[in-house]
């Protein structure tokens, strides 16, 4: 063999060593990428399996929801009317007023009364439902009434004063038997006869 | 003639082929390790889903909720006036 077929003989194995370990290599790592994505597919096939009934279940817990919404909202309007029941919502929820209600288009065209700025919520709610309380009878331009500070306490005003402060001192029970700090001795003329008294003389 | 063949293919060729299959399998070994992490990822993901099933429970949950809400409402709708109309 010359010298030239011999380089050619070692270029020639290189060649095929090379080509031999990096395919060999290849194919393993190949092998790897085919089982991960075994379980990529798993994993998404079950993805696929557990969400497959969300978008219904969604949909029906929504359609709920807005039912119970317009339920809510059409009583509301009833009840407190158009302009105080948007109130009552801006007072609970700030800028709800401006969005309106969903089965009333022409909900936000009306003039929403502060009620959030003159009454605390609980005595929002409570008040409306009693229908007594004089809410939003001021012009919303005027000022606040509610005390910022001393909100709670402006809020009391509208019960009776007797559900805030301690009742009067009741008198306590008496105390009976040989304990009492009065002992009542038994009368002698209890039961006995009557006394007759002398006749008048004539 | 020969040689200069002979030496171009020894110093050109296996280096380049070397070089090339490097890349392949550079590019493999890269791919094992996000197919890898994305396997983990959707096996989280899975995991996550396993909730979803309560979904069900909310669903009536909602349902009894707007139920008592509607016999509720209809009962207010007894008890309190209507509103005066507007003037």
Redesign the interface.
């Known amino acids: 063999m010359s010298a ?1 077929g011999a ?2 003989l ?2 020639a194995a ?2 095929v060593l ?2 031999v ?3 060999v ?2 194919i393993l ?2 092998r ?2 085919t089982a ?2 075994d ?2 597919i ?3 096939s ?2 696929v399996e ?2 497959a ?2 978008n219904g ?2 949909n ?2 929504n359609a ?2 807005d ?2 919404v317009e ?2 909202e059409g ?1 509301l ?8 029941a948007l109130g009552l919502v801006d007072g609970i929820y700030p800028g709800a007023a401006a969005a309106g209600f969903r089965a009333f288009s022409d909900s936000p065209t009306h003039q929403a009364p502060r009620i959030g700025e003159v009454y605390t919520r609980g005595t929002l709610s409570l008040a409306r ?1 009693g ?1 007594e309380a004089p809410i939003a009878a001021l012009s919303p331009a005027g000022a606040v009434l509610r005390n910022v500070e001393g909100g709670s306490l402006a809020a009391r005003s509208l019960y009776p004063d007797v559900r805030h402060t301690t009742p009067e001192k009741l008198p306590t029970s008496p105390v009976i038997g040989a304990g009492a700090p009065v002992q009542y001795e038994q009368r002698e003329d209890i039961g006995a006869p009557r006394k007759r008294l002398p006749a008048k003389p004539s | 003639m020969l040689w200069v063949a002979a030496i171009v293919l020894l110093v050109v060729i296996v280096p380049v082929v070397v070089y090339l299959l490097n890349g392949v399998l550079q590019a493999a070994n890269g791919i094992v390790g996000s197919v890898e992490g994305i396997a983990v990822v959707a096996a989280a993901g899975s995991k996550d889903l396993d909730a979803a099933a309560l979904l069900l429970t909310t669903s009536e949950q909602v349902e009894q909720t707007v139920a008592g809400l509607a016999n509720y409402g209809g009962s207010l709708d007894v008890i309190l006036d209507d509103a005066e109309p507007a003037r």
């Open positions: 030239v380089v050619f070692v270029a290189l060649i090379a080509l370990y990096f395919l290599s290849t790592a190949l790897k990428i991960g994505l379980e990529v798993a994993g998404v079950e993805i557990k969400s009934p969300v279940v969604v029906a817990i709920q929801l039912a119970g339920l809510l009583l309007v009833q009840k407190a009317g158009m302009s105080d439902l229908r």
